[in-house]
């Protein structure tokens, strides 16, 4: 199995590739012009995601943030739905966020994609309901099932003192 963190790089990546090459008067393109202009930024966090359902599905995941300057300390993820899933996750995931943690709480979209049998690989990826791209954490699932789903979900940013 790959590195998790060079996982996580790669997918993070990707995606921003796919912002780069899209059409300049996309919406997508638009939305995330702020992510090809600025320096780079990023805000790691790690977390454990759990998802399960047969049909009717759940998933939450709470992202711990390694840098707490922005006055944030981790990020919740949770939401729930139905469509193409069968089976049960628990595992870690680890990731960046490329837009600053403590300004995205609540609504959001997602993207979230597992495969496994013994051995596959989870991913996450959240976006703005405008479609900017907040960040994408990838992880290794164990287990035995698959998902594909995406729409609404519900991002709380947690502060501490």
């Known amino acids: 199995m790959q590195n998790i963190e060079d996982l996580a790089a790669a997918n993070l990546q990707r995606h921003l590739e796919i912002i780069r090459s899209a059409p300049k008067d996309s919406i997508i393109y638009r939305a995330n012009q702020h992510l090809l202009d600025d320096s780079g930024s990023t805000w ?6 759990e998802f399960g359902g047969l049909y009717w599905w759940g998933a939450s995941c709470e992202l711990l943030l ?7 300390k981790g990020v919740q ?6 469509g193409a899933t069968a089976g049960g996750f628990e595992c870690e995931v680890v990731g ?14 997602f993207v979230l994609g597992v495969g496994a049998i013994g051995e596959g690989v989870i991913s996450l990826t959240l976006l703005s309901t405008q479609g900017v791209l907040y960040g994408n954490f990838t992880g290794n699932a164990s287990g ?7 729409g609404s979900g519900s991002l709380s940013v947690l502060f501490g003192s």
């Open 44 to 49: 790691a966090g790690a977390g454990l995601l």
């Open 66 to 72: 390694t840098d707490f300057s922005t006055g944030a």
């Open 77 to 82: 993820f949770s939401a729930s739905g139905h």
């Open 96 to 109: 960046a966020f490329v837009v600053d943690p403590s300004t995205i709480g609540g609504s959001c979209n």
């Open 144 to 150: 035995v099932g698959f998902a594909d789903v995406s």
